[in-house]
């Protein structure tokens, strides 16, 4: 390889998984500034890679979805050790050893926790649109 070929090649870039070659610069004022890094930060992105999805067109997905997916993996955890005790319950103390509106008690919490489950993928689907 001689050394012609080798300056004709444009440099590599280290970040990110694809090499941009290219640059835009955008001027702002300070508010905007704030602003634009404000929202870039609420989506979990740099203001680069933040600028270049609007730009782009392509779709946003803000942390806060994921925080919300977060909470529903702990609520899923909560769902499910509220069915294991059921579960439990209906396989060695069935009619015995539980008072009825111990029972109950399990299934107002079963369902209060269905309820808070619906309510935060409700919340995630509305605040996409």
């Given at each position: 390889?001689?050394?012609?070929t080798?300056?004709?090649?444009?440099?590599?870039?280290?970040r990110?998984?694809?090499?941009?070659?290219?640059?835009?610069?955008?001027?702002?004022?300070a508010?905007?500034?704030?602003?634009?890094?404000?929202?870039?930060?609420?989506?979990?992105?740099?203001?680069?890679?933040?600028?270049?999805?609007?730009?782009l067109?392509?779709?946003?997905?803000?942390?806060?979805?994921?925080?919300?997916?977060?909470?529903?993996?702990?609520?899923?955890?909560?769902l499910?050790?509220?069915?294991?005790?059921?579960?439990?319950?209906?396989?060695?103390?069935?009619?015995?050893?539980?008072?009825?509106?111990?029972?109950?008690?399990?299934?107002?919490?079963?369902?209060?926790?269905?309820?808070?489950?619906?309510?935060?993928?409700?919340?995630?689907?509305?605040?996409?649109?």
């Amino acid at each position: 390889m001689s050394s012609e070929t080798v300056a004709d090649e444009p440099k590599k870039s280290s970040r990110g998984t694809r090499p941009r070659r290219e640059r835009i610069e955008v001027w702002v004022d300070a508010q905007e500034k704030v602003e634009l890094t404000r929202k870039a930060a609420a989506a979990g992105m740099s203001s680069a890679a933040f600028l270049r999805a609007v730009g782009l067109n392509t779709p946003i997905q803000a942390r806060a979805d994921l925080e919300a997916v977060l909470e529903l993996v702990k609520v899923n955890g909560d769902l499910g050790r509220v069915a294991g005790l059921l579960k439990l319950w209906l396989a060695e103390k069935r009619g015995q050893g539980a008072r009825p509106v111990d029972v109950e008690k399990v299934m107002i919490e079963f369902r209060r926790l269905q309820t808070l489950v619906v309510g935060i993928m409700s919340a995630i689907v509305y605040a996409r649109k």
